[in-house]
């Protein structure tokens, strides 16, 4: 088997190990799938009674932008865990074995996709439930469903470097809250950009996460007869999300790559 092939088995082997956890500590798993149906709840039953998206029923413009914020916050396991490993020495007991260097990393980024899979599951339960609907086809549904998968595993890659530069859970998830949080909320998530004061207008405009939420509406058919919009990330929201997914793994891959080695010679 050539390297490249013993990297991504190396890789999987990492994954496996993470993804047994849900089995041995059932918590991760309930919590995981518990904030994405308080989100949902919240916003529809309590907010959306206060807010209105002129245009469209505010709960199908609402499970866009939660989807958004979960897989977001499910990205955040990468860091913390991988600051977990290295406290609790398992990065040198890794560091022992005859396997890839980067298998812990991608093992770690890959498991992410099925915490976030699991999220987006309940959550699309969630919101058929309080009255949220898909609009279009089965392909166009899978299509938005896979942008926000392949989102989330691009911004682990930022929180593997994070965990692995501050090796503390507790500063990866107080980092991770202030990162995500704005991101989140100056945005087109909850509320329509249009709506938002001049900066934090143009901010929402051009911040990744719009244009995400502007992409899963959009594959969803959940845009109603809201006006086309007219600033370029947002009239492209596909292709502006995958410019972001594209930058983000050029610049943070290597950086976690080095950081890892860095890590694992102290």
Do not use: C
């Not at 915490?115 to 299509?143: D, Q």
């Amino acid at each position: 088997m050539s390297s490249l092939g013993l990297a991504f088995a190396d890789g999987a082997v990492v994954a496996k190990r993470n993804l047994i956890k849900i089995r041995r500590v059932p918590e991760i798993l309930i919590w995981t799938t518990m904030s994405p149906i308080m989100f949902v709840l919240l916003f529809a039953l309590v907010f959306g009674e206060a807010i209105e998206v002129p245009g469209v029923d505010y709960k199908e413009y609402l499970i866009a932008g939660i989807f958004a914020q979960t897989v977001l916050f499910g990205s955040t396991f990468t860091g913390a865990g991988l600051a977990d490993d290295i406290t609790k020495g398992i990065i040198d007991r890794f560091r022992s074995l005859p396997m890839s260097r980067s298998a812990v990393l991608t093992g770690r980024t890959a498991s992410d996709i099925v915490y976030n899979a699991t999220s987006i599951f309940v959550m699309t339960i969630t919101g058929l439930l309080v009255g949220w609907r898909i609009h279009t086809g089965a392909l166009e549904a899978a299509g938005g469903f896979l942008i926000l998968l392949v989102f989330s595993y691009a911004v682990s890659w930022i929180m593997a470097y994070v965990g692995l530069k501050v090796s503390s859970v507790e500063v990866v998830q107080n980092a991770s809250f202030m990162f995500i949080f704005p991101l989140t909320f100056v945005a087109n998530t909850f509320v329509n950009q249009e709506d938002l004061p001049g900066p934090l207008r143009t901010f929402a405009e051009w911040n990744p996460v719009s244009a995400v939420a502007q992409a899963v509406r959009e594959a969803f058919g959940n845009t109603g007869s809201l006006p086309e919009p007219e600033v370029w990330p947002l009239a492209n929201p596909v292709a502006y999300t995958f410019i972001w997914v594209a930058i983000i793994l050029a610049i943070f891959i290597p950086l976690s790559v080095r950081q890892y080695r860095k890590a694992t010679s102290r």
